[in-house]
Nanobody, 126 residues
């Protein structure tokens, strides 16, 4: 069974950091780009960052560029999102997701992703 499980969310103060983790199973992680998305109450799901399958290229939404860092460790079947200088507007449920097509392009259209984790809550208080 293809599965993604997020962890690492929590409640922090503005300016603090969190590191989200995403454990993958049931597929060859090396072959797929992975994305992080978030959804705040009353808002649509938003793409945050993605990382390519093989060469580690990354892409960030403007809202998190310079503050968040995406990474992956294919040997451990893990992906990460390091979030620094958190702001109240970063409060959301964060999801990791696997692209549908192997070796897909760097993009954050949710319809290009077919497997999603259950989400982990991040709350930032000012």
């Amino acid at each position: 069974e293809v599965q993604l499980v997020e962890s690492g969310g929590g409640s922090v103060l503005a300016g603090e950091s969190l590191r989200l983790s995403c454990a993958a199973s049931g597929f060859t992680l090396d072959d797929y780009a992975i994305g992080w998305f978030r959804q705040a109450p009353g808002k649509e799901r938003e793409g945050v960052s993605c990382i390519s399958a093989s060469d580690g290229r990354t892409y960030y939404a403007d809202s998190v560029k310079g503050r968040f860092t995406i990474s992956r460790d294919n040997t451990k079947n893990m992906m990460y999102l390091q979030m620094n200088s958190l702001k109240s507007e970063d409060t959301a449920v964060y999801y990791c997701a696997k692209q549908t097509k192997p070796f897909g392009s760097l993009q954050l259209g949710p319809d290009q992703y077919d497997t999603w984790g259950q989400g982990t809550q991040v709350t930032v208080s000012s």
